[in-house]
Nanobody, 120 residues
Framework: HVQLVESGGGLVQPGGSLRLSCAAS????????MSWYRQAPGKVRELVAS????????NYADSVKGRFTISRDNAKNTAYLQMNSLKPDDTAVYYC?????????????WGQGTQVTVSS
């Protein structure tokens, strides 16, 4: 069955760094674009970054541009989110997402989330 398992979250001081990982299984990882979302308490879930299936194109929310980097290793079925210069506003649960829509199907997979807390 399909699984997306996030790891790498934790407590970090402002200005610090974390690297999130998303290990995928149960589907053809290298054919799916991947994204990272986050949801802070009392706020809607928002898109943070996305990457195409080959890794050739990435996109970022304005709030994280220049600080976060999304990447993937299709040989390891894993996506990553490198987060630098973290701010308290980055505190949220971070979710990995795989989404693909075709003429005949629509697949939307989510991980369980990993907590990131930025605080001194």
């Amino acid at each position: 069955h399909v699984q997306l398992v996030e790891s790498g979250g934790g407590l970090v001081q402002p200005g610090g760094s974390l690297r999130l990982s998303c290990a995928a299984s149960g589907f053809t990882f290298n054919t799916y674009p991947m994204s990272w979302y986050r949801q802070a308490p009392g706020k809607v879930r928002e898109l943070v970054a996305s990457i195409t299936s080959t890794g050739g194109t990435t996109n970022y929310a304005d709030s994280v541009k220049g600080r976060f980097t999304i990447s993937r290793d299709n040989a390891k079925n894993t996506a990553y989110l490198q987060m630098n210069s973290l701010k308290p506003d980055d505190t949220a649960v971070y979710y990995c997402n795989a989404f693909r829509a075709t003429v005949i199907s629509r697949d939307n997979y989510w991980g369980q989330g990993t907590q990131v807390t930025v605080s001194s």
